[in-house]
């Protein structure tokens, strides 16, 4: 079945604000233009607007010991995100489980399509594992060669990636991954045609990721980041996820998980949610967080500025009411303009990059990534 869009005006990566037509053969667009020839139907949609759907390269939905959270993602598809990259599993539910349950959600046209990493890889009492030792989420390893072996078995069970993560604000006094184990784990999820992304929050942080040769940091450093820092993370292509949030709003957390409320997101500044600051570790006030804030998005520009590669993502994790929360991210579409990216590329920073960065599949991308919103 065709179906002809008429007289859109068009607002995406390439186009801005031009008035086309959109032929739609079989739920695929197929030509965009003028004169696109008879179709099965047609539709005026004069004084409309039509957006590309968004990625969101940073959320969490596996934050419960019971269920996964399929609410959340039929939120996302019905508000306009087509794809979303879950970051780590904050749960005790099986990997393996969450594996199929992914592959069945992946099916279905109502859903977003959920790319995720499983387990972080971690060891005990660090970043990864969780907030309480009772209750560790993530894959607890002792040696290099264990990290390398999750690894491999992260890509046995179909995931594309890899979440590894770090107190980085107190790394003298928290548990934390060693270099090695770090570096192994890059080094067989090279071998395995996988990605590794890593929680970070400030500079230290993202020094000792790229250190380990980390290709994502999974947010933007909360304190100026120095210019030979840029410089080397824009040359060799690594990522930065934006989830700078909205400095006037707090993310309310899951019930019984210790994080703060960073603005507008559990990943904003402060850089150590979803699982908590370390032990003794103070928490910004709402003056400072601004303040963060303020200087999370004078490093997306500078970053920018320097050709390095920038992906939108929230951070979103838990929500009274996904079909308010769980939508196309405003605060971090605001923050990138306000880096100085133009419409166009803070548009391709939650589209065209963003499913490069996540590898959302060519059918994904077929089902759903390629449809427009009527706005």
């Known amino acids: ?34 004169d696109l020839g008879p179709a099965d139907r047609e539709f005026d949609l004069s004084g409309c607007t039509l957006l590309p759907t968004f990625i969101d390269a940073h959320v969490h939905v596996a934050v419960d010991d019971n269920a996964f959270r399929e609410d959340a993602i039929r939120a996302w598809a019905y508000n306009g995100v087509s794809t979303v990259r879950e970051l780590g599993m904050l749960s005790q539910l099986s990997q393996a489980d969450y594996a199929k349950w992914i592959e069945t959600v992946n099916s279905q046209p109502e859903t977003a ?55 980085d604000g107190r790394m003298d006094l928290t548990p934390h991954l060693s270099p090695e184990m770090a570096k192994a784990i890059c080094d067989r999820a090279r071998e395995d045609g996988m990605w590794v992304a890593a929680h970070i929050g400030i ?45 006037d709003k707090a993310m309310e957390p899951p019930p019984g998980m210790l994080m703060p409320g960073g603005p507008g997101g559990p990943g904003g500044p402060g850089g150590d949610a979803p699982m908590g600051p370390p032990p003794g570790m103070v928490m910004p006030s709402p003056e400072e967080k601004r303040k963060q804030w303020k200087t999370m998005v004078e490093n997306l520009g500078r970053y920018h500025r320097a050709g390095g590669r920038v992906v939108i993502g929230t951070d979103l994790i838990h929500s009274r009411d996904f079909m308010k929360d769980a939508v196309i991210p405003v605060p971090e579409l605001r923050a990138l303009t306000g880096a100085g990216f133009t419409l166009q590329e803070t548009i391709a920073a939650g589209t065209i990059t963003a499913a490069e960065v996540v590898r959302a599949s060519t059918k994904a991308g077929r089902r759903r990534n390629n449809f427009f919103m009527v706005v």
Do not use: W
């Open 1 to 34: 079945m065709t179906v002809l869009l008429k007289n859109a005006v068009l607002l995406d990566s390439v186009r801005n604000n031009e008035t086309a037509d959109v032929l739609v053969t079989d739920s695929t667009i197929t030509a965009i233009g003028r």
């Open 113 to 167: 399509t959920v790319v995720a990493v499983g387990n972080y890889i971690d060891v005990a009492g660090g970043y990864g594992a969780g907030p309480n030792p009772n209750h560790p989420v993530g894959t607890l390893i002792t040696t290099a060669e264990e990290a390398a072996e999750e690894v491999s078995l992260h890509h046995k069970l179909g995931y594309p990636g890899i979440k590894i993560g770090i107190h």
């Open 203 to 247: 500079c230290r942080g993202a020094q000792f990721m790229q250190d380990a040769g980390v290709p994502d940091l999974a947010h933007t450093p909360s304190d100026p980041m120095p210019d030979e820092m840029i410089r080397f993370m824009a040359e060799n292509g690594v990522v930065m996820d934006t989830t700078v949030g909205d400095p």
